[in-house]
DNA sequence: TCAAATTCGGATAAAGTTGTCCTATATCCG
DNA sequence: CGGATATAGGACAACTTTATCCGAATTTGA
């Protein structure tokens, strides 16, 4: 349903916003602490990049940051960034009676995308980082997670 | 979001909702009224039936029809005949903190995606092809879609 | 100014999705 | 039976998505 480029860039914004502390992070570690293919990351935050979520440095000690404070990103944000939900305006047959009001069936799936961004846009990213009730987002445990902080000090 | 092949997957079992009282609808004629390629609706028309939606008849006088009456079909049933709606049940990291209890990232794509399967599941074919508040599934006009009618007779 | 580190951008490859076509097989009906 | 009609299924082509690799450009710091 949500493409592997859109995973990836969730889960790259994701450890983006755990590093957000330590200076930019390299291509290098974030595709490993997000368990991304590195080559294929590099293009995911080239994306990122040119939709204004992450900011680049190139040269020694340059990488990926976040451009905006985690509390001011949301899910969807991120995934509209590299692949925007689609939501349907028109007929998309091209049926000219249903440019005003879409058909049942076409109301129906544009509702069910309707849902998806409602749920998407609910959530920032640094509430996602913060939920006492569950394991700590795409690490293995709390404790794991100060060990991936210190490191890139 | 959602495929083309669930796209034609949905227009094609709404179309034979149409023709349920005209004996099984071929599938040249299907393609036409659902604006699909007839050539790839054949192969989408065979997952359908592999699903048990759809009944298929060979040779002279056969075509499609609809296994179940369509008030008995939801657009959730068709979309996970051809392609299930990946709901989120252990980590899709292997973490194994998180087998349990998903962490806040996965829970929430896993929240949309319930969602989506809410807003699929509410809605039965039947009740796409007779909401009097707006136009006529996948066709013109309500006037249109007498002619559709009689012409498969 | 030079060397090391690191992103940028393009070329290419592998895999999946979408779409076409042809032959085999089943069914109807005279 | 035999001819006409239609689906079944497989081979194949085109396009998109995912993934890899490499040289060019940029930045840091000695």
Chains 1, 2 share one sequence.
């Not at 974030?30 to 440095?57: C, F, N, T």
């Not at 944000?77 to 009676?97: F, Q, T």
């Not at 990213?125 to 100060?146: F, H, T």
Request: proline share 7%.
């Amino acid at each position: 349903m949500f493409s592997q480029t859109t995973q990836y860039a969730i889960r790259a914004v994701v450890i983006l916003a755990y590093h957000r502390d330590s200076g930019p992070a390299g291509n290098l570690l974030l595709a490993e602490k997000a368990k991304i293919p590195p080559s294929y990351l590099a293009k995911v935050l080239q994306g990122l990049v040119k939709s204004g979520i992450v900011e680049s440095r190139r040269g020694a000690k340059g990488g990926f940051s976040l451009l905006r404070d985690p509390e001011e990103i949301t899910l969807l944000d991120v995934v509209n960034a590299v692949e925007p939900i689609p939501r349907i305006k028109g007929c998309p047959l091209g049926l000219k009676s249903h440019a005003d009001m879409l058909c049942p069936v076409h109301a129906r799936i544009d509702e069910a995308m309707a849902q998806v961004e409602a749920v998407l846009s609910s959530a920032t990213i640094a509430e996602l980082l913060s939920d006492p009730k569950r394991p700590p987002a795409l690490v293995e445990s709390w404790g794991r997670l100060k060990e991936l902080q210190e490191r890139s000090r």
